[in-house]
T-cell receptor
Framework: ETGVTQSPTHLIKTRGQQVTLRCSSQ?????VSWYQQALGQGPQFIFQ???????GRGNFPPRFSGLQFPNYSSELNVNALELDDSALYLC??????????????FGPGTRLTVL | AQTVTQSQPEMSVQEAETVTLSCTYD???????LFWYKQPPSRQMILVIR??????QNATENRFSVNFQKAAKSFSLKISDSQLGDTAMYFC????????????FGTGTSLTVIP
């Protein structure tokens, strides 16, 4: 069983640019959640996708957007990058949207640096 | 709003000894779930243990156990017989039963097991 994978591992962008991060969910999982983990902080929930629809969103501006594909992989897009967007971006997949009883399995993350 | 507080940024323990990591939370929800996640230097978050708030019995997973005090809104993690592989960041996380799709994480405790 393949675990959650994310690409790229590291990424450097400049302020104002756009970035796309990718996540492949674990086999049998139809739900993907995205988190932003700033240095020295705990992860913060960005949004969740379930069966290709957004299913909940944290306190992030609209320039953070996402997609989920029919194979349940997912993309996180960030437009108009700001310096504060520098962080580790984690995705997590689960068998269903109710993460209280569907364990979330995390990927290794993408380290984004905005200069 | 839910908040999770971990007041110990760093801790260390001798190998084979016992250590307790603290976590407090604040919520107005009556039913919820609490988790401890481990994030080793490789960055992949791993679930250590979970506790349902409606269960009075403290959860236990091998060397890991929790002390859940609902009235005090406290949820500490005890690691017995500490091993070098326990060295990691530990995050306490809250999930409400109503939404059930997003974690609220604390800022983490960096645990170092000393040989």
């Amino acid at each position: 069983e393949t675990g959650v994978t994310q690409s790229p591992t590291h990424l450097i962008k400049t302020r104002g640019q756009q970035v796309t991060l990718r996540c492949s969910s674990q086999s049998g999982h139809n739900t993907v959640s995205w988190y932003q983990q700033a240095l020295g902080q705990g992860p913060q929930f960005i949004f969740q996708y379930y069966r290709e629809e957004e299913n909940g969103r944290g306190n992030f501006p609209p320039r953070f957007s996402g997609l989920q594909f029919p194979n349940y992989s997912s993309e996180l897009n960030v437009n108009a990058l700001e310096l504060d967007d520098s962080a580790l971006y984690l995705c997590a997949s689960s068998r269903g949207p109710q993460s209280s009883y569907n364990e979330q399995f995390f990927g290794p993350g993408t380290r984004l640096t905005v200069l | 709003a839910q908040t999770v507080t971990q007041s110990q940024p760093e801790m260390s323990v001798q190998e084979a000894e016992t250590v307790t990591l603290s976590c407090t939370y604040d919520t107005s929800e009556s039913n919820y779930y609490l988790f401890w996640y481990k994030q080793p230097p490789s960055r992949q978050m791993i679930l250590v243990i979970r506790q349902e708030a409606y269960k009075q019995q403290n959860a236990t997973e091998n060397r890991f156990s929790v002390n859940f005090q609902k009235a005090a809104k406290s949820f500490s993690l005890k690691i017995s017989d500490s091993q070098l592989g326990d060295t990691a960041m530990y995050f306490c996380a809250f999930m409400g039963a109503i939404t059930g799709n997003q974690f609220y994480f604390g800022t983490g405790t960096s645990l170092t097991v000393i040989p």
